[in-house]
């Protein structure tokens, strides 16, 4: 990723991207305490338009105050700035990467003297989970490394050192030959995938976890908002188990990153016959067009740059 042209947001600065370097002793580097967003451009018949921009800032903001980190800058700086880096670097479409860290002002666990430092990047990044996957649907392991409960870590923030429980499952997983993890709680019910919130559907129902120590993602509010509004279905949040995602008629998961992706299989157990569902299937074609451009009802929901 270092090796690349173009220009990282720093700090209210624009640094060529390969200068765009701290410090060993970077305390967030040691101890994980910081707060990022995933975020995605795409490329709209009126322009480039970022999704769900003030969502995702204010996510990155309550997450900051969660875990008692100061935030450098103002929500619109932030906004700007991930406007403005896509109008550096030329990109129509983008995944954006805004991070804010502490420095190397000192060591140890207490976080008195440090700065807190902003960046913000962004990338082309195609279909997370793979493009042919969006069609034929990744397969799933459910993980022996449980998510995070509510009282080991603060759930709803998106914070670095919470990727640690996140890549030890999608290591497995990816270790077993599964495209995927399905992380359970702690009591073993469904959690989320790696990087993704997870649905199934069952009996013409669309059901999801609860939130608690799942990420409140934005793409699970949007496909909330669109399986009900446009679709007229039921979505329920509540406890699922792992033998009812096994027989469910469907199952797929979310995510900035991996938008809607279809669930072909969970550990040995094919879902329905092992293809995309047609539900899954019609919230994929209507996610693309909301975050397109294309369903103008969903108009407010992009930010033009
Ligand atoms: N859960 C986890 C653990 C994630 O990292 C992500 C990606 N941010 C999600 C769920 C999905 O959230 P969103 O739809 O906001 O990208």
Redesign the pocket.
Known sequence: MENKDGWIWYDENFVPWREARVHVLTHTLHYGMGVFE?VRAYLTEQGTAIFRLQD?TK?LFDSARMLGITMPYTPEQMNAAQKEVLIKNKLDSAYIRPMIFYGAEGMGLHTKELKVHGIVAAWQWGAYLGEENMQRGISVKVSSIARYAVNTAMCRA?ANGY?IN?MLALQEAQQHGYDEALMLDVNGYLA??????IFILSDGVIYTPELGC???????RTIIELATNELGMDVVEKKITRDEAYIADEVFF?????EVAPVRKIDEHCIADGKRGPVTEKLQALYNDVVGGRNKKYQDYLTFI
């Open positions: 995933g995702h996510r998106k990727y996140s989320e995938g790696s990087g993704e919130n799942v990420l409140d993602g934005i793409t699970r979310t995510g900035t990153a991996a």
